[in-house]
């Protein structure tokens, strides 16, 4: 039986354009996503925005833009982010979309009501629009938000709330024996521990407001004076989106449960709201939270004041979608914060991809036309093929491990053992010399350059196809990746 594998990035806010932090899970979750179909699953790639929230209501009004179109104009944007980045996603998911996922979060919502999971309390408390949730005295710095830099706003109104302290006991055994596996152990010991320090129960709804306009905000199930609370309404995403709740359920059925890429920031609202709303409704858990840590800039948290933000069309543009696609799989840590400067970009991608990956291609099939070892030659594994990606143990180990640095280490170690070999062998001399032994040389090399160039694809798709094909037609390939000054 095929395997299946489901894989979701977050819904990002729509209420700006995608920076490099969004643009590293998505890439992260393609790769893996790639990887999976390559092997032969069968796999399902989710993203999406994130749309009823205040935050974009505000962006809208300060752009002057009525929000339903200001979040058409950016989802635009995150299509074009992604066809820049090569993103195979199958399907993006949008929070307003009232055919397919109001009816499915409405359908949990009951389904957790009729647990008994929900009551209506008075709340009294700050709420920060920038973290759409709410905070407390002990999370603000001078009055602000250290975040955002913003004074919370001051609320008090009747919500519903979810029973989450309830679930905690379970959570916590869940995790544990790894039913629900967070990836890597740190961050699962510091939900752990979080879990251990007491859950309070959550505000799962908001009072409509009046400045929203119709189409924002999921209404609560009898009750159209709430809209679901921001998070209730995002995490549902990843069930509705197969059709859960509705009468073609299929993709659900197929499909979940499945494996969640975020970022550390959202990993309260990923491995504790989020199963206990799963638990209450008698729905299975995730397999897998895969939790990154952040992307930095010099050092420091990329933000307009200090002027180091890094956008990745900028980096698309100057070097193309693999190089941008390359770095963020090799020097971007997966597990903890890592950082990116334009010159670090430079470097890498001069040192490693034009001097590295990029030379060898060409040297070798350079000699590899001119001296016809395709007519002599019989030892590239053509037939295995993508089947490589399964033999080359370590490799796929990595990935599924989301160890992306050492999944492109591995390549690149076998990049750099044929430039030795190349170097220690002189097959461009011993051409001369002995011709039968030249062939074989390169033979061999060619055919690990195959086997490197099928291990490219999930990172490094076109750069793949045109060492690939290159190959197979008998060619030089096409410059791959010019020098940079
Ligand atoms: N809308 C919520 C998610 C709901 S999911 C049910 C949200 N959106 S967001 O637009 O703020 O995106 C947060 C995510 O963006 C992070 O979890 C991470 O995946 C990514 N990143 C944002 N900044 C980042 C960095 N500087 N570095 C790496 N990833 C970052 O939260």
């Given amino acids: 039986m095929t395997k299946t594998f489901y894989i979701t990035t977050p819904i990002f806010y729509p209420n700006a354009k995608l920076h490099l932090g969004h643009a590293y899970t998505t890439t992260v979750t393609d790769v893996a996503a790639r990887y999976h179909r390559l092997i032969g699953d069968e796999t399902y790639f989710l993203t999406g925005s994130d749309e009823n929230t205040q935050k974009m209501v505000d962006a809208a009004t300060k752009a002057g833009v009525v929000p339903m179109e200001f979040l058409d104009g950016i989802v635009a944007n995150f299509a074009s982010l992604y066809a820049s ?36 309390k008075e709340y009294e408390g700050l709420y920060c629009v920038g973290h759409e949730a709410f905070v407390t005295e002990k999370d603000l710095i001078d009055g602000k938000c250290p975040d955002h830099g913003t004074v919370p706003q001051y609320l008090k109104e009747e919500n519903y709330f979810f029973r989450l302290s309830k679930y905690a006991p379970q959570l916590k055994e869940k995790i544990e024996s790894n039913e629900l596996l967070i990836v890597p152990e740190s961050r699962k010991n510091e939900i752990l521990a979080f879990i ?14 009046a400045d929203w306009p119709d189409g924002l905000g999921v209404p609560v199930p009898n009750d159209p004076t709430q809209v679901m609370y921001v998070w209730c309404d995002a995490l549902s995403n990843y069930i509705t989106a197969l059709g859960y709740g509705s009468t073609d359920d299929a993709r659900y059925q197929t499909f979940w449960p499945g494996v969640h890429v975020i970022g550390k920031d959202i990993l309260r609202f990923h491995a504790a709201i989020w199963p206990a709303m799963l638990m209450s409704a008698s ?4 397999k897998t939270l895969f939790v ?6 010099g050092g420091k948290k990329m933000s307009k004041t200090l002027g180091n933000i890094i956008d990745p069309e900028e980096l698309l543009n100057e070097y193309g979608t693999d ?22 970009f430079k470097e890498a991608y001069n040192g490693n991809l034009a001097n590295g990956l990029g030379n060898l291609a060409s040297r070798l099939m350079k000699m590899y036309t001119s001296y016809d070892v395709a007519s002599k030659y019989a030892g590239i594994p053509f037939e295995v093929g993508d089947g490589l990606m399964v033999k080359e143990a370590a490799f796929g180990k990595a990935i599924e491990a989301y160890d992306f640095n050492r999944a492109m280490n591995i390549i690149w170690e076998k990049i750099q053992k044929a430039d030795q070999q190349i170097q220690s062998t002189e097959p461009f001399k011993l051409i001369k010399t002995d ?35 290159a190959i197979k037609e008998n060619r030089m390939p096409e410059a791959l990746f010019p020098r940079k000054d």
Wanted: charged share 25%; net charge negative; hydrophobic share 40%.
């Fill in 85 to 120: 980045l090569n993103i195979s996603y199958d399907q993006f998911i949008r929070t307003t979309d009232q055919k397919l996922h109001w009816p499915g979060a409405q359908a949990l919502w009951a389904r957790i009501d009729a647990a008994g999971d929900l009551y209506k």
């Fill in 196 to 209: 251990e320090s007491g859950l309070e129960d959550v505000s799962f709804s908001r009072p409509r407001k």
């Fill in 283 to 286: 729905a299975p858990l995730p």
């Fill in 292 to 297: 990154h840590g952040f992307i930095t800039s």
């Fill in 323 to 344: 190089a941008v696609r390359y770095f963020l799989a090799r020097h971007i840590s997966p597990f903890e914060d890592g950082d990116i400067t334009r010159e670090g």
């Fill in 435 to 469: 011709e039968a032994k030249a062939v074989s040389i390169v033979g061999d090399l060619v055919a690990e350059l195959f086997t490197i160039a099928i291990l490219l694809k999930p990172v490094m798709p076109e750069t793949a196809s045109k060492i690939e094909s």
